[in-house]
Structures are given as C-alpha cells and as structure tokens.
C-alpha cells in the first residue's frame, strides 16, 4: 500500500508537470525572458532567492523531470560561479538521492525477483566497486543524470556511498555547466564558453583515462615496473585455454612465452576428453555386439582384455599429441618451456626447470592453470585408496567391483564404460538424482538405460566414511536415515573439480580467489592488475574444453591489443555436452533453470522414437526439447537426448548464437534420412501448435466454396 501511495503521488505530480504545461518555465527562453526580473529580486532578497532556487531544483531533479541541464545554466546566470556551483552541487544531489531511494522503495524488489539472475554479475560488481562504479558514471555527463538515479535505485550500493560518491562525482561536470551558465547571463559567445563546452565534450575520455590511471598506480604501487620487456605476453599452463592464447599471440607476431610443468595438452589431452571418449567409443562397440540380434545377427561374441583397451586410450592419446606438441608450437613461432611458473610481479614470472631458473620480462600474463579433481575429506578414503579422473588411466587390471562416487558427467561417462567393460559398478549420488543440472525427464532416461545395463544406481545417498573390515573395502552411506553397507574393490570418486590456484605467486600478489575458488576477474577476464589475466578451468564459471579456448580468445585480444579497445567475454551461447548413452546435448536455458528464474517460456518436444533414422539404426529412443518465448519462434535454450545429441545441438546452437528462431529451421532442407532431421520435425511441432486456427477455419471455408 506505502508503494501504491507514492507511486501514485509521483505519478500526479509528473503528470500535473506536463498538464499544466509547466515545463515552459524550464527552458533558456523563458529564463532570458525574465533574467531581469530574476536579478532585481535577487538582489533584493539574496537569501530567499537562493532557497527557492534550491527547493526547485530539488523537486525537480527528485521527481526526475526535465529541466535540471537549464535550471544549472540559470544558477550560474544568477549566483555565479562559486555560490552556482555550491548551490547546484548540493542540491542535484539531494534530488538524484530522492530519486535514487524512490526507485529503490518501488522497484528494486520486483526487478532483483525477476531478473536477478541476469544482474548477479552487476550487482556483485557493484557490492564490490559500487563506489567506483557510480564516480566513474558521475564523472561522464553523457550517462543521462535520471537514469543513472533511478538504475542505481535497483542495486545493492548503500544510500550514504551513493550519496556522497555522487557529489563529488558530478563536481567537475557541475563546474563546467555553471560556468557555462554565467557566460550566458553576458549573453554573449566567449572563447571561455567554447573552452568550457570543449572540455565538457572531452571530458568523458579524460576522466575514463584519469579513473584507470588511478586505479592501476594504487595497485601497482608496491612493484618496481621493468624499463623494457622481453615478452609480449607470457601464458602459464598449456592446456586448451593456454595452448590458445599462446597460438593468438603468435599469429599476430607477438613475442610470446608457454610455461607448462606437466604435460602439454594438459587434462583435455591427457587426462579428461581424449582418453575418455576413445574409452567411451570402445565400450559402445561392446554395447552394441551385444545387442547383436536387433540387428538381425543371431549371435555375434567379442574377446577382449581389459589392459588392450587402456593400451588403446594411450595409443589414441600419443596420435593426436602431436597437435599440441611443443615442435608444433615451436614452429607457429611459440616459445615453449617445460618447468613451475611463478608470477613474481605483475611484470615478471619466474621459471624453474631442469635447466635452472630463469626470470622473463612480459608486458602481460594470462593465466591458464587449469583445474584438477576434488577429493572429500571423507574419513577413510587415503586408507582404502582411490583412482580419480587424472589416475584411472593408469589401471589395467578391470575392478571386479567399482563404486563410483558423484553423478555428473565424469562420474556418469565412467560408471557406464566400466560396467560395459563388466566391472560391477555403483554409482553412488548424495543429491535426488545424477546429472543434476539436466531436466528430471533427462537425468531420469540416463539413470534407466544405467539400471538396465547392471548399474546400480544410488541417489540420496551421502557418503559418511570408508573403512576396511577383514581385508575388505567398505563405503559407509547414509540413505533415509540409515546407513548402508557398499563393498567394493575400487573407488573412482568423481565429485568434482578445483581450479588450481595455488603455488604459482597468485597470493604473494594478492590476487584475490572468488567463493567458487577460481581466480576472480572481471568481464574482460582481467585480476586487479589491468595486465593478469586468467581464462579456462581457472578462471570458471565453465568448466568445459570449448568454453576455456572461446576464453583464451578473449584473454589473448585483451592482453595484447587492450590499450586499444577491450572484449567483454561472451557467454551468452554455452553448449556443452554429456556422452553417455544416451547421449545429452544442451545449450541455453533448460525448463528447471527457466522455472528457477522466473523466465516465461514454451516447451516443445519431439520423440526420436518417431524418427525413420533412428528406427533404421535401432536407436529410437531420446527426445528434443526446446524452449521458446512465448508466442515467438526465439529459441531460449535447447536439451537433446539421443544418439548423436553433441552433433545435432549444433544447429541451435547456431541459431541462437545468430538469432535464427524455428521458422526458419523449419524453412531449412535437411538430407533425409538422418538424425539431424530431428531439428526440423521439433520445429514442425511448434509451428502446428502455433497455427492461426481462425485464419484456417477461412481457408477451409473457401476451399468448400471453390468446390461448390
């Protein structure tokens, strides 16, 4: 009720404002009109004039109406430079507070509810820099004085910051417009005047300049800067987010330096992608022999050994290592050092090797650490002994038994190739289901083809402790309230990953940890030292291959070309995919996250059980859903079940990343038969759901017209 009631008295007053016409007194005509009058009275009745003067200009700029850029000439037309200023100064702030606290008593609730999700970035910078934020706003007159008011209204900053950081940020510009004003009270052109708006016009670029010329000397302070650099650029750690920046710079002739301490690749090559899907493609080909009479084969066997399939990953592994080979990169004209990275100053990292320790001179860094697998700190787990998404490479021996401990994409990939492989596998998950970020119909579909495979999968199961009891492991769960008994040989626990972000300088330069452990950096993937960067596994909010090149993109551009113009990275388009089988593709919003955001939207679905190219290959099962706006084709967000999913999300991907909606998807020829044909089918769907029925029931009338 308090809100209707302001709302409805500022309503009358805006609307009085433009009824009566009294905007006509807050124009440069009507002040010239009057500017004598205006100085015999003030002259009369300093005092009073002033007051009026104020409580007007209060009114005016609290209630957000037009007439404050005139009403500040006047000021300086009438009172002068000094008194202007002082006048003007203290009361546009105390309007732009008013009108910044309206907006926050009417608006912040309902806006930070409905999109609150969209704004989280702007509202943790602002809790965090909201000060610095606001100054640089106020220190550029071309940000419009009310939207700057009612904008921030709808953010976390406090009233006092506001307040204060305000005043003495539309200062200068105050400065400028009243000395303006008391030129024009002359009425003459001064060479003065046209300084005056000169420096006003240039003054944005002055003061963004003067802003991060001060921010960058205050962090900076405590480090002596190299008189030249060595380097253009030195990138730590060379996995895909590092082997990218470091191929940026050199395709644009940068000197450039690659530190790594392991193995080049890093995880992707070694460790995660590479071995994982040439695991997974194996125990397909198991999967499927088995499935041999589908196919019309009556019997079909396969003899294999467990130690010639890894043999096989490595081998997969070694062929495409030459792409991220130190020769390769040597030869795109990358400098490549084996050996522990230190950022000493945010101008010099410190390598030791075999060879002895080196300090290289950079003009920028770019942090590529990756991350590496979390561990609980269950109790028992160091005594029975674990192998985790780093270290399962190295069996060779197949787990009679394996519980895999955590249900996303890395649990859920492993569980299902080692129980293809005949391990006896349990999937154990703490949360209601595996793949938790996935729609409950999708995770549900995976969870089914796991059970019916031999996995025995348990959600709402908390592991509680480890222990060995006569020789045999045990895993401790609590489910409901009791616990359960889980024997096993092996433990693959795969709950996670942690950003590396220790051992290589980042504390002794104070580079500050976000609450998801990563290393925290703004939108242009920049430290508090304008010159560090960090992208990839390190930097989050993805943990994904792609997501840490389309990074490392960003990361390189800005390091070496920022002076010049800086990237906001881009995550707007986030793909990514989980390949088990079935396999599961998405991009954008899924219906959980929709709901979870409040964020209208359309459902369509279509089943691939209807699909001539599925039923042929006897995978016709999964679906396609896609989420639209309402009533529009715009697509929001896409999830695939499937064979194939990772390869037919592509074209939504592509759409959305190019704002095309499913009207023209469905407008699109695609080969027939194949799986891709699934994109066009969904879009068929929604095209049937949003047909205009009263336009049709016309054209049925017409076509019994024409029939006679």
């Known amino acids: 009720m ?24 807050f124009t ?19 005092i009073q004039t002033a007051a009026i003067y104020f409580a007007i200009y209060v009114v005016v700029t609290g209630l957000s109406l037009p007439g404050a850029a005139v009403m500040t000439l006047a000021g300086g ?55 610095f934020y606001l100054f640089a706003l106020r220190l550029v007159p071309a940000f419009p004085f009310v939207a700057i008011n009612l904008l921030m209204g709808l953010t976390p900053i406090r009233t006092w910051t506001y307040l204060w950081v305000s005043q003495l940020g539309m200062l200068a510009g105050t400065i400028v417009y009243v ?69 940026i710079a050199a395709a644009v002739k940068a000197k450039v330096t690659l530190v790594e301490k392991h193995r080049m690749g890093g995880d992707c090559l070694n460790t995660g992608c590479v071995p994982s899907k040439a695991l997974i493609r194996t125990t397909k080909l198991l999967a499927q022999i088995r499935r041999a009479r589908e196919f019309g084969i009556k019997s079909a066997s396969v003899d294999f050994d467990f130690a010639d399939v890894m043999e096989r990953v490595q081998r997969i592994v070694k062929t495409i290592e030459p792409h991220d080979s130190v020769e390769r990169y040597t030869s795109l004209g990358v400098e490549c050092l084996q050996g522990e990275a230190r950022i000493t100053s945010p101008w010099t990292v410190e390598v030791n090797s ?46 009679r038994r394996l519980v895999v401990l955590g249900g996303g994409p890395i649990g859920s990939e492993l569980a299902q190739c080692f129980a293809r492989l005949g391990s006896q596998v349990t999937q154990v998950e703490m949360l209601p289901r595996i793949m938790i970020r996935e729609d ?34 045990i895993l401790i769960a609590e489910h409901d309230g009791k616990d359960v008994r889980i024997p096993f040989d092996q433990l693959l626990c795969a709950v996670g990953r942690i950003a590396n972000t220790t051992g290589y300088g980042l504390e002794e330069l104070g580079i500050p940890v976000s609450r998801t452990r990563t290393v925290e950096s703004n939108e242009f993937l920049q430290t508090i030292y304008p010159n560090i960067y960090a992208c990839g596994d390190v930097a989050g909010p993805y943990q994904f291959t792609h997501t840490a090149a389309h990074q490392a993109w960003y990361a390189a551009v800005n390091a070496l070309f920022g002076r010049f113009r800086r990237f906001r990275a881009d995550y707007s388009v986030i793909p990514w995919a989980t390949f088990t089988d079935p396999e599961v593709a998405r991009v954008g919003l899924n219906e959980t996250e929709a709901k979870e955001k409040n964020i209208p939207y359309e459902v369509t679905t279509y089943g691939l059980d209807d699909l001539d190219r599925a039923i042929a290959d006897e995978e016709a099962h999964g679906v396609i859903k896609v989420l639209t706006a309402p009533g529009k084709d715009r697509i929001l967000g896409a999830t695939i079940a499937g064979e194939h999913a990772g390869d037919l999300i592509i074209e939504y991907i592509a759409a959305m990343r190019h704002g095309i909606g499913l009207n023209k998807i469905l407008g699109t020829i695609h080969i027939y038969p194949t799986l891709a044909e699934a994109n066009k089918y969904a879009a068929g769907v929604w095209k049937k759901a949003h047909a205009p029925q009263r336009l049709l029931r016309w054209v049925e009338k017409f076509h019994a017209w024409m029939r006679g």
Request: charged share 20%; aromatic share 12%.
């Open 2 to 25: 308090k809100r209707l009631v302001l709302f409805a008295l500022i309503a009358a007053a805006v609307a009085a404002f433009f009824a009566f016409d009294l905007h006509r007194y």
């Open 28 to 46: 440069l005509d009507f002040f010239k009109a009057q500017q004598a009058a205006i100085d015999t009275y003030y002259r009369a009745h300093p």
């Open 77 to 131: 037309a009438i009172f002068g430079l000094l008194w202007g200023t002082v006048l003007v100064s203290f009361a546009s702030t105390i309007g732009a507070t008013l009108a910044f606290l309206a907006s926050r008593f009417l608006l912040r609730d309902w806006v930070q509810s409905k999109f609150g999700d969209k704004l989280k970035t702007f509202n943790d910078g602002v809790a965090k820099e909201g000060a």
């Open 179 to 247: 000395y303006a004003g008391t030129t024009l009270g002359e009425f003459r052109i001064s060479i003065e005047l046209l300084a005056a708006f000169t420096l006003l016009g240039v003054f944005p670029l002055i003061a963004k300049k003067t802003l991060e010329a001060i921010k960058s000397r205050k962090v900076y302070a405590r480090w002596p800067r190299p008189v030249h650099f060595d380097r253009n650029l030195v990138v730590i750690g060379a996995g895909s987010a590092g082997l990218v920046a470091a191929y």
């Open 354 to 399: 075999s060879a002895g320790t080196q300090t290289l001179t950079t003009r920028a860094i770019v942090i590529a650490a990756g991350a590496r697998p979390f561990v609980p700190p269950i109790p028992g787990i160091e005594e029975v002994g674990y192998v985790t998404s780093d270290t399962i490479w190295e069996l060779r021996q197949l787990p």
């Open 440 to 473: 409950p119909e999708i995770s549900d579909m995976v969870m089914q083809r796991f059970r019916q495979e031999g996995i025995n999968v348990l959600v709402s199961h908390k592991a509680k402790s480890f222990r060995i009891e006569n020789g045999e492991k």
